[in-house]
């Protein structure tokens, strides 16, 4: 005797049932044994690495050395050249 297409879909619904309830068991677990080591040891989440990321300076933004006063495009000189600047002569746009 087969088994039918809407057989194994009511099976697969049940492993995945069965598969969360057993997910969220392990992860009590888990969790109960993590607990229990950062009591024993006295750990924070800084400890181990949890909690606040490592905060990093904003950049400071680059200054801007070239400028078309006509069109008020700027080029900080880093880079590929712009458009604008092809075939000119960039010293004329320096600030």
């Given at each position: 005797?087969?088994?039918?297409?809407?057989?194994?879909?009511?099976?697969?619904?049940?492993?995945?049932?069965?598969?969360?309830?057993?997910?969220?068991?392990?992860?009590?677990?888990?969790?109960?044994?993590?607990?229990?080591?950062?009591?024993?040891?006295g750990?924070?989440?800084?400890?181990i690495?949890?909690?606040?990321?490592?905060?990093?300076?904003?950049?400071?933004?680059?200054?801007?050395?070239?400028?078309?006063?006509?069109?008020?495009?700027?080029?900080?000189?880093?880079g590929?050249?712009?458009?604008?600047?092809?075939?000119?002569?960039?010293?004329?746009?320096?600030?």
């Open positions: 005797m087969s088994t039918s297409y809407q057989d194994i879909q009511k099976q697969i619904v049940e492993l995945q049932a069965k598969a969360e309830e057993i997910r969220r068991v392990e992860v009590s677990a888990a969790l109960a044994q993590i607990q229990a080591i950062m009591q024993e040891f750990l924070t989440l800084t400890d690495g949890g909690g606040i990321k490592s905060l990093k300076s904003p950049r400071k933004p680059v200054e801007i050395k070239y400028k078309d006063t006509t069109t008020g495009n700027t080029w900080t000189g880093r590929r050249a712009p458009k604008w600047l092809e075939g000119k002569d960039k010293s004329k746009f320096l600030i």
